[in-house]
């Protein structure tokens, strides 16, 4: 049993949990991450670290509530305890040797783009944060960002926050006006990370994804996770989750993750009338 230390709302939709997990804070590394179940009868879900503290042995979550398993996850408060949280799983960033990089995150992607952003800040390389959300409401971890950000740009769909538009916007201004990076690592939504990538091949400049697929059980064994790379099957919980931006299949995995909403949505419908069932 894992003991939550702290919880808040970030915003309507996402959630930060502190969790009690000395061992999984000892080896955790940015972008790895863990598999939970909140309750003994619950889904295995994956979700990347969003931070650590070797000291206090904690590990920080950020979480959407999209389906069964993130809605009972959100259903519990601090002092209770999440029943299973295995990790750190799959490979860390690489960023040894980068001076350079633009980091873009999108929505709650960018809880998984900020433990990045700041270990690239930490060994010294120069970090510019592109991060988008569709509105004001929905922004997370501006502060965190900006400490951690040479340049901190914020883009919105609708304009009520930051500059009106999408994150491959000042991306592509900045390597029109020839800035050179090292590298761009991009993580949040499939369509998002396409795009990126889109306009980061037209500078040839390396291009660094983070892939989140359906995960089961987080070894390679299940074979959910599977994506193609460079025209090979490769599986986000060992091989990744990070990949060659260059060479992944995008459309195929927006096809293959699309296939499993409608069960995502009723098993989603049934534990929220089960939670509420038991509060009442």
Do not use: C, R
């Given at each position: 049993m894992f003991k939550i230390v702290?919880?808040?709302?970030?915003?309507?939709?996402v959630t930060f949990m502190s969790v009690e997990a000395p061992l999984v804070a000892k080896k955790a590394k940015a972008g790895q991450f863990i598999i939970f179940r909140a309750k003994e009868d619950s889904e295995r879900i994956p979700l990347t670290i969003a931070g650590y503290d070797r000291e206090k042995g904690t590990v920080d979550i950020i979480f959407q509530i999209v389906g069964a398993g993130t809605e009972v996850l959100n259903s519990l408060n601090e002092g209770e305890n999440i029943q299973d949280f295995v990790g750190p799983l799959g490979n860390p960033t690489e960023i040894e040797g980068l001076k350079k990089v633009a980091v873009v995150g999108g929505g709650v992607g960018c809880a998984i783009?900020?433990?990045?952003?700041?270990?690239?800040?930490?060994?010294?390389c120069e970090v510019t944060s592109i991060v988008g959300f569709r509105n004001k409401d929905l922004v997370i971890l501006e502060d965190e960002f900006k400490a951690v950000s040479s340049d901190y740009i914020l883009m919105s769909d609708d304009g009520s926050v930051g500059e009106k538009g999408v994150v491959t916007q000042p991306l592509d201004k900045l390597l029109a006006?020839?800035?050179?990076?090292?590298?761009?690592?991009?993580?949040?939504?499939l369509i998002m990370?396409?795009?990126?990538?889109?306009?980061t091949k037209k500078y040839n400049v390396k291009t660094v994804v983070s892939?989140?697929?359906?995960?089961?059980?987080?070894?390679?064994?299940c074979g959910g996770c599977r994506l193609t790379v460079g025209g090979k099957t490769k599986f986000a919980c060992v091989d990744g989750p990070d990949f060659d931006g260059f060479e992944v299949d995008f459309d195929e995995a927006m096809a293959r993750g699309s296939v499993y909403k409608p069960f995502e949505t009723k098993a989603r419908e049934e534990t929220c009338n089960l939670l509420k069932k038991e509060v009442q």
């Open positions: 702290s919880k808040k709302e970030l915003n309507p939709t783009a900020y433990p990045v952003a700041k270990a690239l800040h930490e060994q010294g006006d020839g800035t050179e990076f090292d590298e761009v690592i991009a993580i949040g939504p990370m396409k795009f990126v990538v889109a306009t892939m989140n697929p359906i995960m089961v059980d987080g070894t390679g064994m």
